[in-house]
């Protein structure tokens, strides 16, 4: 462990430790188990270890991009970090968010360990999400962009908080949101993804960033689409550019 942390490396397999030297697999085992004790290492899955350096002792665990790049390759697993984990990376992070928020292609069981916290949400277009290799403490992962992470927040409002957070972290995201590279990703998703987009957009008061999407869906057939889907609409007239039923009142912390 000590040779690890040297050259700026804080995770390991079992596998590895038994190819290593010559200990039995009883005797590594047992070894295993008492750095675990001592809180020299931690075990989000099985066979696969991180080092807790002196720092985070007293957490029980490094924060979760030490590791989750390590991880995902052990899994064998395609992934990025999105929602409000990415949002907060590109200093959308009005409220922390207490979870770290990471989207797969095949369904992951929750990780939780001492604090660290890391829900896996799944989707089929991971293949053509728009992604940047971000640095981190230990090596780099994977993140997905802010016009990436946009789109997200919309797809899945309640991993995001529900509408309002959704509203409220767009608000602060769209500094860092291009109209370009929205307009280019709109094709990826449904179109209904993108009305909901552009009009919390423009509720936020951020409706330049979306012209350009606007002018892209008057050439296309769009149908009404209620802005919470599954929600009841007592009106189901849309009056605006987006043809979006507003079924939920959203009220963003500005």
Not at 14 to 31: C, F, K, M, N, T
Not at 173 to 193: H, R, T, V, Y
Not at 219 to 228: A, D, N, T, Y
């Amino acid at each position: 462990m000590d040779e690890l942390q040297a050259v700026g490396r804080y995770t390991f397999t079992r596998a590895e430790v038994e190819a290593a030297g010559d200990r039995s697999g009883i005797s590594v085992q047992a070894a295993l188990r008492r750095l675990k004790k001592r809180g020299r290492i931690i075990r989000p899955r099985r066979g696969f270890y991180v080092v807790v350096p002196v720092e985070y002792r007293s957490a029980g665990c490094p924060p979760a991009n030490w590791f989750i790049d390590d991880l995902m390759r052990f899994l064998e697993q395609r992934y990025y970090v999105g929602l409000l984990s990415s949002a907060a990376i590109h200093g959308a992070a009005h409220q922390q968010p207490m979870t770290f928020q990471v989207l797969t292609d095949r369904p992951i069981r929750l990780v939780q360990v001492a604090r660290v916290r890391i829900e896996f949400h799944v989707s089929r277009r991971l293949d053509r999400s728009s992604v940047i290799d971000v640095q981190t403490e230990t090596g780099s992962m994977r993140v997905a962009t802010a016009e990436q992470t946009a789109y997200d927040l919309v797809r899945y409002p309640g991993a995001a908080g529900h509408l309002s957070n959704v509203a409220t972290v767009l608000s602060e995201l769209a500094e860092k949101l291009n109209p370009e590279a929205l307009l280019k990703l709109a094709p990826l998703f449904k179109l209904s993804d993108m009305q909901r987009l552009g009009y919390l957009l423009d509720l936020v008061n951020q409706g330049a960033l979306a012209d350009l999407l606007a002018i892209w869906l008057n050439k296309r057939r769009s149908r009404p689409v209620l802005l919470r889907a599954g929600a009841e609409a007592k009106d189901k007239k849309a009056n605006n550019r987006w043809r979006v039923v507003p079924n939920e009142v959203v009220e963003a912390d500005l």
